[in-house]
Structure formats: C-alpha cells, structure tokens
C-alpha cells in the first residue's frame, strides 16, 4: 500500500511539473526526500533501488530533465543539507545507492548556478536514412 502512495505521489508531481512547466518547488523536493527518512534519520537500512525511498529519488531524477528544474532541485537538496547538517551525509548518499546520477554532486560547496549542461537538457536532432535517396527525376 505504502508503494502506492508513493507511486500516485510520482505520477501527480510529475504531471504537475511536466503541466506548468516551472521550476521545482522545495516542498516537493522535501516529500520525496521523506521516503528516506528511516535512511536519513538512522543510518539504517540502505535504500535499494525498487524501494519506495529510490523511487522518489528517481523520480528527482526525472524532474531534473530541465536545466532550470536540475537548478531548482540543486537549490532545495543543498537547503535540506544545511538546514539537516548532522543528516547531511546520509541525503548526499541517496543517489548513489538508488543507482542515479542527479547531474550534480549533493555537496555543500555545489554551486547550483553553474551545474554542467546535461545531454537531457540539450536539443537533440537525429537524422537517419534506411534507403538510399531516389534517383534524379529526368
């Protein structure tokens, strides 16, 4: 049941941001970090990806496709570490045991400004050709 809550959580805040096309909200960014808390509270037990903890680290992921929701995420994840020093550890290590790359480091001397570009958030164009062109029209 608890997977539920977390999945309908995912669904609707995606939704919400992917809609209105802002910047993520700290409060959101703070409820998904919730999922942690026994982790970041205690130390114990790790999370592992599939678990309702990595899913809404996941779903960070996911909100951070935009440079300026990657910034947005940054400013609210370096606020929660200085805000929880003693918890700051733990919250830093959430990505790296969900398996997930949050295109920045969790680190108090990040400067959310100057995040590296992602190739997410970079205009992508693809051309392929299966067949060779048709022959001139004579």
């Known amino acids: 049941m608890e997977k539920q809550k977390v999945v309908a959580l995912v ?7 992917s809609v209105v096309g802002a ?3 700290c409060t959101i960014v703070t ?20 678990s309702p903890c990595c899913d ?14 990657r910034q947005s995420v940054c400013g609210c994840l ?3 570490i200085t805000t929880y020093n003693t918890n ?5 290590t959430l990505p790296g045991f969900c398996g997930v790359s949050l295109g920045f ?4 001397n990040t400067d959310c400004n100057e995040l590296p570009l992602s190739l997410l958030s970079l205009p992508i164009s693809l051309s392929l050709s299966l067949s060779p062109p048709p ?3 004579k």
């Not at 409820?31 to 999370?47: E, H, W």
């Open 11 to 17: 669904l609707g805040v995606s939704l919400a941001v």
């Open 23 to 25: 910047s993520v909200d």
């Open 31 to 50: 409820g998904l970090i919730s999922a942690c808390s026994t982790f970041v509270t205690y130390g114990s037990p790790d999370p592992m990806p599939g």
């Open 56 to 69: 809404a680290i996941s779903t960070l992921d996911t909100l951070s496709s935009s440079m300026d929701n």
């Open 78 to 80: 370096m606020g929660l």
């Open 88 to 92: 700051a550890t733990a919250i830093a």
């Open 105 to 108: 480091t969790i680190d108090p």
């Open 135 to 137: 022959p001139p029209v």
